[in-house]
């Protein structure tokens, strides 16, 4: 009977980087966060949706990393002297409402209104791979800029949706969705 685990360096494979690419995308959650010098953020949790995986354009994306995270940071803007404002840039929020579908004229009153809102949605974005040096130690790591974030081209069919979207079904009411009810 075999052991735990055979010790086989070549099967020790980062999966942790996505392929650079155009991937359909499930936000599963949005927090606050900051920097340890008090630069602020909102982090957008991810996950390559698992239900395209026979869609042709995406065997190189979706296909080959269904399921796995992607954490994007969008940061409050600097000012000309590189000092933190403080405040998003409106065109990055803008950019992340209209790829969500968060109607135009809507009137967001504050920032957690806008990541409750931004959670359990679907939208495609280009994700890239860039070499990172940090503390002397190079590694590779994704960027994905809100500027290249759109509407999803695959809209999750209308079971996913009454199950994903936060503003259908009865308000206050407690529904536990566990993770194979998620297309993402």
């Given at each position: ?12 494979v ?99 209104d ?45 079971s ?25």
């Amino acid at each position: 009977m075999a052991g735990f685990l055979n010790v086989d360096y070549k099967k020790a494979v980062d999966t942790s980087i996505l392929s650079a690419g155009t991937y359909e995308m499930g936000i599963n959650t949005v927090n606050g966060d900051g920097s340890n010098n008090g630069h602020e953020c909102m982090v957008f949790d991810m996950i390559v949706r698992k239900d395209l995986d026979k869609v042709p354009e995406l065997t190189k994306t979706n296909a080959k990393h269904h399921g796995q995270h992607l954490f994007v940071r969008v940061w409050t803007a600097k000012d000309a002297n590189g000092n933190d404002t403080g405040s998003y840039k409106q065109s990055d929020l803008n950019y992340i409402a209209k790829a969500v579908g968060i109607p135009d004229g809507a009137d967001i009153k504050t920032q957690d209104d806008f990541m409750k809102m931004c959670e359990n949605r679907t939208v495609r974005v280009q994700v890239g791979v860039n070499d990172n040096e940090y503390k002397g130690e190079k590694r590779k790591q994704n960027s994905c800029f809100v500027n290249t974030w759109r509407p999803t081209k695959y809209p999750l069919q209308d079971s996913q949706a009454k199950q994903s979207d936060p503003f259908q079904g009865n308000k206050g009411s407690e529904t536990e969705i566990n993770d194979n009810d998620l297309p993402f």
